[in-house]
C-alpha cells in the first residue's frame, strides 16, 4: 500500500525556474525522506527530515515538513536540465521496522 | 563511494521459467529490501532483512517468490515460475540499523515476461 501521494503527478518549467512538488501521507511518522530517479537509474536518497524539524535545507533543495497537515513539499530552486527526473516522498511510519512507504512520484521536466 | 551491486541488469524470459535476481549490499548495512517498481508507480516493498533474518514478507507473494540472504551479506530473489504480471523493474536497497535509515539503491534489474 502506498501511503505518500505526490502532487503534481507531472511537473514541466523552463531551466532555471523553481520546482516545488508536495507530499502528503496518512500516518504518523519517524521522518520522511525525499528520493530522486533518472530514467533507467536507481534511486537516490536527497534529503531527509525528521518528525520534529519544520525545514531543511541542501544545496538547491529545500523540504518542508507539517506533522499537522501529514504533508511536505520539496523546493528546487534554479532548476538545471540535470534535475530531470522522477521525485518520490517516502515516509518512515511510527512502528514501522524501519521501512519506507513510497508515494507514487511527480515526473519533473526541465525545459532548456 | 560504496555501492549496491545488482545482477542481471536486464533479465528476459518465457513465462513458467525461473528467474533469480542478485544483490550485494553495502559493506556492514544489517537490513537489506527487495523492492518491485511498476513503470508510473513507487517502489512495492517485497521482502526486508535484517542480518539473516526475514523482518516483513507479507508483499511477497510466496506460491512463487523466495528471497534468502543465508549469510546475512548478499541476497537472491527468486521467482518460479515467472508470470506476465511480474514484469517490473526490481530493486534491491540496503541501510545501517536504527532510526536514522537513509537507504541506498542498487541499479536494478529490469525483469520482462514474454
Known amino acids: 500500500s502506498q501511503q505518500g501521494e505526490e502532487d503534481p503527478q507531472a511537473l514541466s518549467i523552463q531551466e532555471g525556474e523553481n520546482a516545488t512538488m508536495n507530499c502528503s501521507y496518512k500516518?504518523?511518522?519517524?521522518?520522511l525522506q525525499w528520493y530522486r530517479q533518472n530514467s533507467g537509474r536507481g534511486l537516490v536518497h536527497l534529503i531527509l527530515?525528521?518528525?520534529n524539524e519544520r525545514e531543511k535545507h541542501s544545496g538547491r533543495l529545500r523540504v518542508t515538513l507539517d506533522t499537522s497537515k501529514k504533508s511536505s513539499s520539496l523546493l528546487i530552486t534554479a532548476s538545471r536540465a540535470a534535475d530531470t527526473a522522477s521525485y518520490f516522498c517516502?515516509?518512515?511510519?511510527?512502528?514501522?521496522?524501519?521501512?519506507?512507504?513510497w508515494g507514487a512520484g511527480t515526473k519533473l521536466i526541465i525545459k532548456p | 563511494e560504496a555501492e549496491v551491486a545488482q545482477s542481471p541488469r536486464y533479465k528476459i524470459t518465457e513465462k513458467s521459467q525461473a528467474v533469480a535476481f542478485w544483490c550485494d549490499p553495502i559493506?556492514?548495512?544489517?537490513?537489506l529490501y527487495w523492492y518491485r517498481q511498476i513503470l508510473g508507480q513507487g517502489p512495492e516493498l517485497l521482502v526486508q532483512?535484517?542480518?539473516?533474518?526475514?523482518?516483513?514478507d507479507s508483499q511477497l507473494p510466496k506460491d512463487r517468490f523466495s528471497a534468502e540472504r543465508l549469510k546475512g551479506v548478499d541476497s537472491t530473489l527468486k521467482i518460479q515460475p515467472a508470470e506476465l504480471g511480474d514484469s517490473a523493474m526490481y530493486l534491491c536497497?540496503?541501510?545501517?540499523?536504527?532510526?536514522?535509515?537513509?537507504?541506498?539503491f542498487g541499479p536494478g534489474t529490469r525483469l520482462t515476461v514474454l
Open positions: 536497497a540496503s541501510s545501517r540499523s536504527g532510526n536514522y535509515n537513509e537507504q541506498f
Open positions: 527530515i525528521r518528525s
Open positions: 500516518t504518523s511518522i519517524n521522518n
Open positions: 532483512f535484517q542480518d539473516e533474518s526475514v523482518v516483513d
Open positions: 517516502a515516509t518512515d511510519a511510527v512502528d514501522s521496522n524501519y521501512q519506507l512507504i
Open positions: 559493506s556492514g548495512h544489517a537490513t
